[in-house]
Antibody, heavy 120, light 108 residues
Framework: VQLVESGGGLVKPGGSLRLSCAAS????????LTWVRQAPGKGLEWVSS????????YNADSVRGRFTLSRDNAKNSLYLQMNSLGAEDTAVYYC??????????????WGQGTLVTVSS | SFVLTQPPSVSVAPGETATITCGAN??????VHWYQQKPGQAPVPVIF???DRPSGIPERFSGSNSGNMASLSITRVEAGDEADYYC???????????FGGGTKLTVL
């Protein structure tokens, strides 16, 4: 199993950024995928999840209405469109696989993360 | 939504047992997972479903969950166990994945 994030970088407050996660080594549509972020020196914060079979979405309150999660099953890829970014969104963003295709299962694989910095 | 409370830090001597707690109202009715994160690395799962060890995790790691407290225990602690540890549940009421604040385990 491999999860490789890309798309992080420096963005101005109010700006947008799109993160990508390329997945390999497993049947992509059989798993729920998720993004978890970690602000510098802080703990883990769940961001959003999308199921494999139904593409049902769940979002954290802190990003609802600003972040949109999607997946392209043909490309084995996950995307996180982030709009209206603020300093509080500065973090390492991890792409992760849930152990199965349901939300209440644990995360069993994590990518190495991509850093998003929101600053003027 | 669910709030998971962990002690910020736990210190233990090598060879001793470390216990890291994760508290919440009636957490025993939920399923708790635990992750280990070493500096500069992605998290790694160490306990699934209250007390199941993922493949490759030593038997020294175990979990329990009852009442208002879940716990991760590490017996015969080694220097390599030094890391941050996070508990996590799925809050069915708010439909959100919730992490505890994390506990830094220091091996003296």
């Amino acid at each position: 199993v491999q999860l490789v994030e890309s798309g992080g970088g420096l963005v101005k407050p109010g700006g947008s950024l799109r993160l990508s996660c390329a997945a390999s080594g497993f049947t992509f549509t059989s798993y729920t995928l998720t993004w978890v972020r970690q602000a510098p020196g802080k703990g883990l914060e769940w961001v959003s999840s999308i199921r494999g079979s139904t593409t049902s979405l769940y979002n954290a309150d802190s990003v609802r209405g600003r972040f949109t999660l999607s997946r392209d099953n043909a490309k084995n890829s996950l995307y996180l469109q982030m709009n209206s970014l603020g300093a509080e969104d500065t973090a390492v963003y991890y792409c992760a696989r849930v152990r199965g295709d349901d939300y209440n299962h644990p995360i069993d694989y994590w990518g190495q993360g991509t850093l998003v910095t929101v600053s003027s | 939504s669910f709030v998971l409370t962990q002690p910020p830090s736990v210190s233990v001597a090598p060879g001793e047992t470390a216990t890291i707690t994760c508290g919440a109202n009636n957490i025993g009715s939920e399923t708790v997972h635990w992750y280990q994160q070493k500096p500069g690395q992605a998290p790694v799962p160490v306990i699934f479903y209250d007390n199941d060890r993922p493949s490759g995790i030593p038997e020294r790691f175990s979990g329990s969950n009852s009442g208002n407290m879940a716990s991760l225990s590490i017996t015969r602690v080694e220097a390599g166990d030094e890391a941050d540890y996070y508990c996590q549940v799925w809050d069915t009421n708010s439909e959100q994945r919730v992490f505890g604040g994390g506990t830094k385990l220091t091996v003296l």
